[in-house]
T-cell receptor, first 113, second 113 residues
Framework: KAGVTQTPRYLIKTRGQQVTLSCSPI?????VSWYQQTPGQGLQFLFE???????NKGNFPGRFSGRQFSNSRSEMNVSTLELGDSALYLC????????????FGPGTRLLVL | GQNIDQPTEMTATEGAIVQINCTYQ??????LFWYQQHAGEAPTFLSY????GLEEKGRFSSFLSRSKGYSYLLLKELQMKDSASYLC??????????????FGKGTSLLVTP
């Protein structure tokens, strides 16, 4: 089976812009979770989608949003970018959601200037 | 809320054994995971514990004590390629009342010749 894929792998944006990141889960997996990883805070949970519905969310501002399509692919959007949004954004898929082992994609490294 | 603590850095010698500890506080505990993350790469799943005791998988073993809020990852016969960050992650209820996987900040392990 192909693993989790994320596009783009690298991205440079400026403050105030918005960005959309994409994640394709492992075939057959219906849950996609998004995480932000920074050196200072480590891996932090953003939200989880399951069968096109947001099932859970972490403690991030409303500028961070996401959605999931019928084929389980997911997108994450960050509006009005801030310098502190510079991070590695990881998505992970699992077959039944947080109850099962999550498999991570390679991540999108976002740099906000 | 959730609190996960693990040492920031550890150093060990090739061929030796190292134990990486993780203590946690969480509500609605529903499993503990260990992930390995090499620099610049995605986390990869190592082990999962939901019941007390030791789970062994080749050179890697993981132990859980739910009453003590404690886990450790044991790596035997260390190899240079084991130099990586080891992430302890606990599944529990977050502030939005759903289940989420919350990560510690990781233990950076350096294996020396």
């Amino acid at each position: 089976k192909a693993g989790v894929t994320q596009t783009p792998r690298y991205l440079i944006k400026t403050r105030g812009q918005q960005v959309t990141l994409s994640c394709s889960p492992i075939s057959g997996h219906r849950s996609v979770s998004w995480y932000q990883q920074t050196p200072g805070q480590g891996l932090q949970f953003l939200f989880e989608y399951f069968s096109e519905t947001q099932r859970n969310k972490g403690n991030f501002p409303g500028r961070f949003s996401g959605r999931q399509f019928s084929n389980s692919r997911s997108e994450m959007n960050v509006s009005t970018l801030e310098l502190g949004d510079s991070a590695l954004y990881l998505c992970a898929s699992s077959s039944l959601g947080v109850a099962e082992t999550q498999y991570f994609g390679p991540g999108t490294r976002l740099l906000v200037l | 809320g959730q609190n996960i603590d693990q040492p920031t850095e550890m150093t060990a010698t090739e061929g030796a054994i190292v134990q990486i500890n993780c203590t946690y506080q969480t509500s609605g505990f529903n499993g503990l995971f260990w992930y390995q993350q090499h620099a610049g790469e995605a986390p990869t799943f190592l082990s999962y514990n939901v019941l007390d005791g030791l789970e062994e998988k080749g050179r890697f073993s993981s132990f859980l004590s739910r009453s003590k809020g404690y886990s450790y990852l044991l790596l035997k016969e260390l190899q240079m390629k084991d130099s990586a960050s080891y992430l302890c992650a606990v599944r529990g209820r977050n502030s939005n009342s759903g289940y989420a996987l919350n990560f510690g900040k990781g233990t950076s392990l350096l294996v020396t010749p």
